[in-house]
Protein backbone atom coordinates (compact mmCIF):
# COMPACT_ATOMS: atom_id res chain seq x y z
CA UNK A 1 0.00 0.00 0.00
CA UNK A 2 1.35 3.31 -0.87
CA UNK A 3 2.24 5.49 1.97
CA UNK A 4 -0.03 8.51 1.22
CA UNK A 5 -2.84 5.74 0.96
CA UNK A 6 -1.80 4.21 5.07
CA UNK A 7 -1.19 7.60 6.57
CA UNK A 8 -4.42 8.86 5.78
CA UNK A 9 -5.63 5.32 6.80
CA UNK A 10 -3.85 5.42 10.11
CA UNK A 11 -5.09 8.87 10.71
CA UNK A 12 -9.11 7.71 10.06
CA UNK A 13 -7.97 4.93 12.77
CA UNK A 14 -6.22 7.67 15.31
CA UNK A 15 -9.95 9.67 14.81
CA UNK A 16 -11.91 6.58 15.37
CA UNK A 17 -10.04 5.89 18.57
CA UNK A 18 -10.69 9.24 19.33
CA UNK A 19 -14.34 8.86 19.42
CA UNK A 20 -14.58 5.98 21.27
CA UNK A 21 -12.08 6.67 24.48
CA UNK A 22 -11.21 10.49 24.05
CA UNK A 23 -13.10 10.64 27.66
CA UNK A 24 -10.32 8.32 29.07
CA UNK A 25 -7.72 10.14 30.93
CA UNK A 26 -5.77 6.34 30.46
CA UNK A 27 -6.01 6.72 27.05
CA UNK A 28 -4.79 10.40 26.73
CA UNK A 29 -1.87 9.40 28.49
CA UNK A 30 -0.72 6.23 26.74
CA UNK A 31 -1.06 8.09 23.24
CA UNK A 32 1.08 10.99 24.63
CA UNK A 33 3.44 9.11 26.24
CA UNK A 34 3.94 6.51 23.10
CA UNK A 35 3.67 9.40 20.65
CA UNK A 36 6.80 10.79 22.82
CA UNK A 37 8.70 7.81 21.95
CA UNK A 38 8.24 7.58 18.68
CA UNK A 39 9.07 11.24 17.95
CA UNK A 40 12.38 10.63 19.45
CA UNK A 41 12.53 7.53 17.29
CA UNK A 42 12.72 10.08 14.14
CA UNK A 43 15.83 11.76 15.79
CA UNK A 44 17.72 8.63 16.58
CA UNK A 45 16.96 7.94 12.87
CA UNK A 46 17.49 11.45 11.31
CA UNK A 47 21.12 12.66 12.82
CA UNK A 48 23.29 9.86 11.68
CA UNK A 49 21.24 10.14 8.53
CA UNK A 50 22.48 13.66 7.85
CA UNK A 51 25.61 12.93 9.09
CA UNK A 52 26.56 10.37 6.97
CA UNK A 53 24.14 11.48 4.25
CA UNK A 54 25.21 14.92 4.44
CA UNK A 55 29.06 14.48 4.03
CA UNK A 56 28.37 12.08 0.96
CA UNK A 57 26.57 14.51 -0.65
CA UNK A 58 28.72 17.48 -0.08
CA UNK A 59 31.30 15.41 -1.06
CA UNK A 60 29.62 13.99 -4.40
CA UNK A 61 28.16 17.79 -5.25
CA UNK A 62 32.15 19.00 -5.00
CA UNK A 63 33.26 16.28 -7.32
CA UNK A 64 30.27 17.32 -10.18
CA UNK A 65 31.07 21.17 -9.97
CA UNK A 66 27.38 21.37 -8.57
CA UNK A 67 27.58 22.68 -5.47
CA UNK A 68 27.32 26.47 -6.46
CA UNK A 69 23.92 25.55 -8.44
CA UNK A 70 22.52 23.73 -5.34
CA UNK A 71 23.67 26.19 -3.03
CA UNK A 72 21.97 29.02 -4.83
CA UNK A 73 18.84 27.15 -5.49
CA UNK A 74 18.75 26.54 -2.09
CA UNK A 75 18.93 29.72 -0.64
CA UNK A 76 16.95 31.27 -3.12
CA UNK A 77 13.85 28.93 -2.34
CA UNK A 78 14.25 28.86 0.96
CA UNK A 79 14.46 33.14 1.22
CA UNK A 80 11.37 33.61 -1.54
CA UNK A 81 9.05 31.26 0.52
CA UNK A 82 9.59 32.59 3.56
CA UNK A 83 9.22 36.06 3.23
CA UNK A 84 6.01 34.87 0.37
CA UNK A 85 4.35 33.01 3.16
CA UNK A 86 4.48 35.51 5.76
CA UNK A 87 3.39 38.24 3.88
CA UNK A 88 0.95 35.63 2.36
CA UNK A 89 -0.40 35.49 6.09
CA UNK A 90 -0.93 39.09 6.14
CA UNK A 91 -2.72 39.21 3.28
CA UNK A 92 -4.92 36.55 4.55
CA UNK A 93 -5.41 38.37 7.98
CA UNK A 94 -5.76 41.47 5.93
CA UNK A 95 -9.18 40.37 4.11
CA UNK A 96 -10.30 37.86 6.71
CA UNK A 97 -9.37 38.48 10.21
CA UNK A 98 -10.28 36.67 13.18
CA UNK A 99 -9.59 37.34 17.09
CA UNK A 100 -7.11 34.78 19.01
CA UNK A 101 -9.16 32.62 21.18
CA UNK A 102 -8.65 32.40 25.03
CA UNK A 103 -7.26 28.77 24.97
CA UNK A 104 -7.18 26.68 28.59
CA UNK A 105 -3.16 28.17 28.60
CA UNK A 106 -4.62 31.55 28.64
CA UNK A 107 -4.28 32.13 32.77
CA UNK A 108 -0.59 30.74 32.99
CA UNK A 109 1.73 33.17 34.89
CA UNK A 110 4.50 35.22 32.57
CA UNK A 111 7.05 33.26 33.98
CA UNK A 112 6.27 30.22 32.04
CA UNK A 113 7.79 32.76 28.78
CA UNK A 114 11.46 32.30 30.29
CA UNK A 115 10.96 28.23 30.53
CA UNK A 116 10.51 28.13 26.60
CA UNK A 117 11.90 31.27 25.08
CA UNK A 118 15.15 33.13 25.80
CA UNK A 119 15.67 36.55 27.46
CA UNK A 120 17.76 37.91 24.70
CA UNK A 121 19.05 37.44 21.44
CA UNK A 122 22.58 36.82 22.65
CA UNK A 123 21.23 33.58 24.34
CA UNK A 124 19.98 32.42 21.69
CA UNK A 125 23.52 32.78 19.29
CA UNK A 126 25.37 30.98 22.18
CA UNK A 127 23.60 27.86 21.50
CA UNK A 128 23.99 27.43 17.31
CA UNK A 129 27.74 27.10 16.87
CA UNK A 130 29.34 23.25 18.46
CA UNK A 131 31.92 23.26 20.52
CA UNK A 132 33.36 20.17 20.64
CA UNK A 133 32.52 18.54 17.47
CA UNK A 134 31.96 14.69 18.97
CA UNK A 135 30.14 16.07 22.03
CA UNK A 136 27.90 17.47 19.15
CA UNK A 137 27.42 14.44 17.48
CA UNK A 138 26.28 11.97 21.04
CA UNK A 139 24.42 14.94 22.51
CA UNK A 140 22.45 16.56 20.07
CA UNK A 141 18.87 16.15 20.53
CA UNK A 142 16.63 19.15 18.71
CA UNK A 143 18.91 20.75 16.62
CA UNK A 144 20.47 20.08 13.29
CA UNK A 145 22.67 22.98 12.92
CA UNK A 146 26.37 21.95 14.32
CA UNK A 147 25.78 18.46 13.25
CA UNK A 148 25.46 19.94 9.56
CA UNK A 149 28.43 22.16 10.01
CA UNK A 150 30.29 19.09 10.93
CA UNK A 151 29.22 17.36 7.85
CA UNK A 152 29.74 19.77 5.58
CA UNK A 153 33.57 20.21 6.23
CA UNK A 154 34.02 16.18 6.52
CA UNK A 155 32.24 16.29 3.21
CA UNK A 156 34.43 19.26 1.67
CA UNK A 157 37.87 17.57 2.53
CA UNK A 158 36.06 13.80 1.12
CA UNK A 159 35.91 14.70 -2.69
CA UNK A 160 37.62 12.18 -4.47
CA UNK A 161 40.03 13.98 -6.22
CA UNK A 162 43.09 11.70 -4.96
CA UNK A 163 43.21 8.01 -5.21
CA UNK A 164 43.99 7.97 -1.69
CA UNK A 165 40.92 9.77 -0.78
CA UNK A 166 38.69 7.58 -3.41
CA UNK A 167 38.26 4.28 -0.72
CA UNK A 168 36.91 7.11 2.05
CA UNK A 169 34.39 8.50 -0.35
CA UNK A 170 33.25 4.92 -1.35
CA UNK A 171 32.61 3.97 2.17
CA UNK A 172 30.99 6.87 3.13
CA UNK A 173 28.35 6.34 0.08
CA UNK A 174 28.07 3.11 0.75
CA UNK A 175 26.98 4.25 4.75
CA UNK A 176 24.82 6.64 2.98
CA UNK A 177 22.89 3.79 1.10
CA UNK A 178 22.66 2.13 4.35
CA UNK A 179 21.26 4.93 5.83
CA UNK A 180 18.55 5.82 3.49
CA UNK A 181 17.40 2.05 3.80
CA UNK A 182 17.11 2.72 7.20
CA UNK A 183 14.82 5.71 6.76
CA UNK A 184 13.15 3.61 3.42
CA UNK A 185 11.85 1.21 6.46
CA UNK A 186 10.90 4.05 9.13
CA UNK A 187 8.34 5.56 6.39
CA UNK A 188 7.22 2.43 5.52
CA UNK A 189 6.34 1.70 9.03
CA UNK A 190 5.06 4.92 9.76
CA UNK A 191 1.77 4.73 9.52
CA UNK A 192 1.58 2.71 12.95
CA UNK A 193 3.31 5.61 14.63
CA UNK A 194 0.87 8.00 12.96
CA UNK A 195 -2.02 6.46 14.24
CA UNK A 196 -1.10 6.85 18.14
CA UNK A 197 0.37 10.29 16.87
CA UNK A 198 -2.99 11.43 15.36
CA UNK A 199 -4.92 9.88 18.62
CA UNK A 200 -2.76 12.20 20.59
CA UNK A 201 -3.74 15.13 18.78
CA UNK A 202 -7.22 14.67 18.28
CA UNK A 203 -7.63 13.67 21.73
CA UNK A 204 -5.81 16.98 23.10
CA UNK A 205 -8.20 19.07 20.68
CA UNK A 206 -10.95 17.68 22.44
CA UNK A 207 -10.02 18.62 25.32
CA UNK A 208 -8.68 21.93 24.65
CA UNK A 209 -12.54 22.43 22.94
CA UNK A 210 -11.36 26.18 22.23
CA UNK A 211 -11.67 25.74 18.40
CA UNK A 212 -15.43 24.85 18.70
CA UNK A 213 -15.85 28.25 19.78
CA UNK A 214 -13.76 30.04 17.48
CA UNK A 215 -14.74 28.65 14.16
CA UNK A 216 -14.17 32.05 12.18
CA UNK A 217 -9.96 31.96 13.92
CA UNK A 218 -9.82 27.89 12.98
CA UNK A 219 -11.02 29.29 9.26
CA UNK A 220 -8.14 31.56 8.85
CA UNK A 221 -5.86 29.25 9.73
CA UNK A 222 -7.61 26.53 7.40
CA UNK A 223 -8.07 29.02 4.34
CA UNK A 224 -4.60 30.38 4.36
CA UNK A 225 -2.93 26.51 4.70
CA UNK A 226 -4.81 25.48 1.64
CA UNK A 227 -4.35 28.59 -0.22
CA UNK A 228 -0.28 28.20 0.44
CA UNK A 229 -0.41 24.69 -0.38
CA UNK A 230 -2.83 24.44 -3.25
CA UNK A 231 -2.01 27.35 -5.05
CA UNK A 232 1.04 29.92 -3.47
CA UNK A 233 3.64 27.32 -3.24
CA UNK A 234 2.48 25.24 -6.68
CA UNK A 235 2.65 28.56 -8.74
CA UNK A 236 6.11 29.52 -7.38
CA UNK A 237 7.00 26.18 -7.81
CA UNK A 238 5.97 26.35 -11.44
CA UNK A 239 7.40 29.12 -12.15
CA UNK A 240 10.95 28.11 -10.74
CA UNK A 241 10.74 25.24 -12.76
CA UNK A 242 9.00 26.98 -15.57
CA UNK A 243 6.19 24.69 -15.54
CA UNK A 244 8.18 21.61 -16.61
CA UNK A 245 6.61 19.90 -14.00
CA UNK A 246 3.37 18.79 -12.12
CA UNK A 247 3.71 20.47 -8.68
CA UNK A 248 0.60 18.67 -7.44
CA UNK A 249 1.76 15.49 -8.01
CA UNK A 250 4.52 16.88 -5.44
CA UNK A 251 1.70 17.75 -2.70
CA UNK A 252 -0.22 13.79 -2.67
CA UNK A 253 3.37 12.18 -3.21
CA UNK A 254 4.74 14.20 -0.02
CA UNK A 255 1.48 13.25 2.19
CA UNK A 256 2.87 11.15 4.67
CA UNK A 257 5.81 13.68 5.92
CA UNK A 258 2.97 16.19 5.49
CA UNK A 259 0.39 14.22 7.74
CA UNK A 260 3.32 13.23 9.72
CA UNK A 261 4.47 16.68 10.76
CA UNK A 262 0.51 17.50 11.41
CA UNK A 263 0.43 15.02 14.39
CA UNK A 264 3.54 15.50 15.51
CA UNK A 265 4.53 18.79 15.17
CA UNK A 266 8.18 17.68 14.87
CA UNK A 267 10.22 18.35 11.87
CA UNK A 268 12.99 15.91 13.28
CA UNK A 269 10.49 13.23 13.06
CA UNK A 270 9.19 13.69 9.36
CA UNK A 271 12.28 14.75 8.21
CA UNK A 272 13.53 11.30 7.57
CA UNK A 273 10.35 10.30 5.43
CA UNK A 274 10.63 14.04 3.46
CA UNK A 275 13.93 12.62 2.54
CA UNK A 276 13.24 9.08 1.75
CA UNK A 277 10.27 9.56 0.18
CA UNK A 278 11.86 12.53 -2.03
CA UNK A 279 14.03 10.28 -3.44
CA UNK A 280 11.81 7.47 -4.11
CA UNK A 281 8.55 9.31 -4.95
CA UNK A 282 9.83 12.51 -6.48
CA UNK A 283 13.07 11.26 -8.48
CA UNK A 284 15.39 13.49 -6.51
CA UNK A 285 18.80 12.21 -6.72
CA UNK A 286 20.27 10.87 -3.22
CA UNK A 287 23.12 13.39 -2.47
CA UNK A 288 20.39 16.50 -2.88
CA UNK A 289 17.95 14.90 -0.52
CA UNK A 290 20.31 14.10 1.93
CA UNK A 291 21.69 17.31 1.84
CA UNK A 292 18.95 19.80 0.85
CA UNK A 293 16.22 18.78 3.12
CA UNK A 294 18.62 18.54 6.23
CA UNK A 295 19.32 22.46 5.42
CA UNK A 296 15.72 22.95 5.24
CA UNK A 297 15.01 22.05 8.46
CA UNK A 298 17.05 25.51 9.31
CA UNK A 299 16.08 27.91 6.50
CA UNK A 300 12.77 26.26 5.30
CA UNK A 301 11.04 27.51 7.94
CA UNK A 302 8.20 29.69 5.79
CA UNK A 303 5.44 27.98 7.58
CA UNK A 304 6.37 28.28 10.51
CA UNK A 305 6.48 32.39 9.82
CA UNK A 306 2.87 32.33 8.14
CA UNK A 307 1.11 31.06 11.09
CA UNK A 308 3.21 33.17 14.05
CA UNK A 309 2.56 35.94 11.41
CA UNK A 310 -1.47 35.06 11.80
CA UNK A 311 -0.75 34.30 15.70
CA UNK A 312 1.02 37.77 16.48
CA UNK A 313 -1.98 39.36 14.36
CA UNK A 314 -4.67 37.89 15.87
CA UNK A 315 -3.08 38.54 19.16
CA UNK A 316 -3.05 42.09 18.45
CA UNK A 317 -6.48 42.52 17.35
CA UNK A 318 -8.05 40.36 20.05
CA UNK A 319 -6.08 42.59 22.82
CA UNK A 320 -6.57 46.23 20.67
CA UNK A 321 -9.95 45.54 19.62
CA UNK A 322 -8.76 47.27 16.14
CA UNK A 323 -7.31 46.34 13.35
CA UNK A 324 -3.53 46.66 12.79
CA UNK A 325 -2.88 49.26 10.06
CA UNK A 326 -1.28 48.15 7.08
CA UNK A 327 2.49 49.48 7.91
CA UNK A 328 2.42 46.96 11.41
CA UNK A 329 1.03 43.97 9.11
CA UNK A 330 3.91 44.31 6.85
CA UNK A 331 6.36 44.71 9.90
CA UNK A 332 5.02 41.57 11.25
CA UNK A 333 5.45 39.55 8.57
CA UNK A 334 8.87 40.48 7.89
CA UNK A 335 9.83 40.45 11.55
CA UNK A 336 8.76 36.71 11.89
CA UNK A 337 10.36 35.81 8.60
CA UNK A 338 13.52 37.13 10.05
CA UNK A 339 13.24 34.88 13.00
CA UNK A 340 12.14 32.11 11.43
CA UNK A 341 15.59 31.05 10.68
CA UNK A 342 16.20 30.74 14.70
CA UNK A 343 12.93 28.63 15.20
CA UNK A 344 14.91 25.34 15.04
CA UNK A 345 16.56 26.18 18.33
CA UNK A 346 12.86 25.26 19.93
CA UNK A 347 11.54 22.02 18.19
CA UNK A 348 8.27 21.62 18.74
CA UNK A 349 7.91 25.30 20.08
CA UNK A 350 8.80 26.79 16.58
CA UNK A 351 5.17 29.12 15.98
CA UNK A 352 5.71 30.02 19.78
CA UNK A 353 9.30 31.03 19.98
CA UNK A 354 8.59 33.60 16.26
CA UNK A 355 5.62 34.81 18.16
CA UNK A 356 7.12 35.81 21.56
CA UNK A 357 10.69 37.18 19.94
CA UNK A 358 8.62 38.79 17.70
CA UNK A 359 6.35 40.66 20.01
CA UNK A 360 9.89 41.27 22.22
CA UNK A 361 11.86 42.59 19.25
CA UNK A 362 8.81 45.21 18.05
CA UNK A 363 8.37 45.74 21.68
CA UNK A 364 4.76 44.74 22.15
CA UNK A 365 3.54 43.78 25.53
CA UNK A 366 0.66 42.03 25.27
CA UNK A 367 0.62 41.29 29.57
CA UNK A 368 0.97 37.94 29.14
CA UNK A 369 -1.91 37.23 26.63
CA UNK A 370 0.04 35.38 24.33
CA UNK A 371 0.62 32.68 26.20
CA UNK A 372 -2.73 31.76 24.90
CA UNK A 373 -0.80 29.87 22.09
CA UNK A 374 0.55 27.16 24.43
CA UNK A 375 -3.04 25.40 24.26
CA UNK A 376 -3.10 25.63 20.97
CA UNK A 377 0.83 24.14 19.93
CA UNK A 378 -0.71 21.04 18.92
CA UNK A 379 -2.28 22.58 16.03
CA UNK A 380 -0.72 25.70 15.49
CA UNK A 381 2.44 24.21 15.39
CA UNK A 382 1.79 21.14 13.12
CA UNK A 383 0.50 23.37 10.77
CA UNK A 384 3.25 25.44 10.43
CA UNK A 385 5.92 22.19 10.24
CA UNK A 386 3.33 20.50 7.30
CA UNK A 387 3.98 23.66 5.10
CA UNK A 388 7.29 23.19 5.80
CA UNK A 389 7.52 19.83 5.14
CA UNK A 390 5.99 20.54 1.59
CA UNK A 391 8.69 23.66 1.15
CA UNK A 392 11.57 20.83 2.01
CA UNK A 393 9.99 18.77 -0.71
CA UNK A 394 9.17 21.19 -3.63
CA UNK A 395 12.90 22.43 -2.68
CA UNK A 396 14.50 19.63 -2.98
CA UNK A 397 12.40 19.15 -6.81
CA UNK A 398 13.42 22.44 -7.71
CA UNK A 399 17.42 22.07 -6.73
CA UNK A 400 17.44 18.36 -8.58
CA UNK A 401 15.16 20.05 -11.63
CA UNK A 402 17.91 22.83 -11.98
CA UNK A 403 20.74 20.45 -11.90
CA UNK A 404 19.03 18.11 -14.69
CA UNK A 405 19.27 14.93 -12.81
CA UNK A 406 15.83 14.41 -11.97
CA UNK A 407 14.14 11.28 -13.31
CA UNK A 408 10.57 10.46 -13.04
CA UNK A 409 9.36 8.07 -10.59
CA UNK A 410 6.00 6.23 -12.31
CA UNK A 411 3.18 5.66 -9.79
CA UNK A 412 3.86 2.06 -9.50
CA UNK A 413 7.41 2.75 -8.56
CA UNK A 414 6.20 5.56 -5.83
CA UNK A 415 6.46 3.80 -1.88
Same mark, same amino acid.
Given at each position: ???????????????????????????? $????????????????????????????????????? $???????????????????????? @????? *???? /????????????????????????????????????????????????????????????????????????????????????????????????? *????????????????????????????????????????????????????????????????????????????????????????? $?????????? /?????????????????????????????????????????? @?? *????????????????????? $????????????????????????????????????????????????????????
Amino acid at each position: MKTWISYLAATAFGLAATLLFGESALFS $QIMYTITALVVQLGGFVLIPLVFIGFSSGIASLRKDS $QGGVFARTTIIWSIVTTVLLAVSA @AAVFR *FFPA /LFPASSSAGSTPELLSIITPQSLSQIFSSILPVNPFYTLVSAESFLFPIIIIALILGYFLKPNLEVIRPAYVTMNSFSETMFRLAKAYTSVGFFFIF *FASAYWFTHMQYEGTLFVAGRFLLMLIAATFAVLLVVLPLLFGIVSRFRLNPYKVIYRMLAPAISALFSGSIFFSSPMTISLSRHNLGV $QKRVSATSVP /LYTIIGRGGSAMIATLSVLSLLYATSGQLPPDKVLVIVALST @AL *FSYLSPLYLGWEVFFITTITL $QFLKIDLYGAELSIIGLMPLLNGLGILIDSYIAAFGAAYTTSRMGVKIDSSYRDII
